[in-house]
């Protein structure tokens, strides 16, 4: 079964780091397209962080500059380097990608928690 998981989060203090990880079927990573989104408490999910299969990348202007997304093909996995974390950078993040025929697929989430 394709799935999508995610880890990596946690507790940071202003400032701080995190790197996110999103793990992919085999099947479907090295074709694919993988974008982050996170949501917020109350609020709903926004766009994060785009990486192509080609590696081209594309990021939301809130994160430009701090943010990192990257891809180990060999690995299967999706990276989210995240520094400078502002307490506005709290939520859970989520990874994604679009099956053949278009459906999303979604992982479970990771928590990311800045604390001022």
């Known amino acids: 079964q394709v799935q999508l998981v995610e880890s990596g989060g946690g507790l940071v203090q202003v400032g701080g780091s995190l790197r996110l990880s999103c793990a992919a079927s085999g099947s479907i990573f090295s074709i694919n397209a993988f974008r982050w989104y996170r949501q917020a408490p109350g609020k709903g999910r926004e766009f994060v962080a785009l990486i192509n299969s080609d590696g081209s990348t594309t990021y939301a202007d809130s994160v430009k500059g701090r943010f990192t997304i990257s891809r180990d093909n060999g690995k299967n996995t999706v990276y989210l380097q995240m520094n400078s974390l502002k307490p506005e950078d709290t939520g859970v993040y989520y990874c994604?990608?679009?099956?053949?025929?278009?459906?999303?697929?979604w992982g479970q989430g990771t928590q990311v928690t800045v604390s001022s």
């Open positions: 994604h990608t679009f099956l053949k025929g278009g459906s999303d697929l």
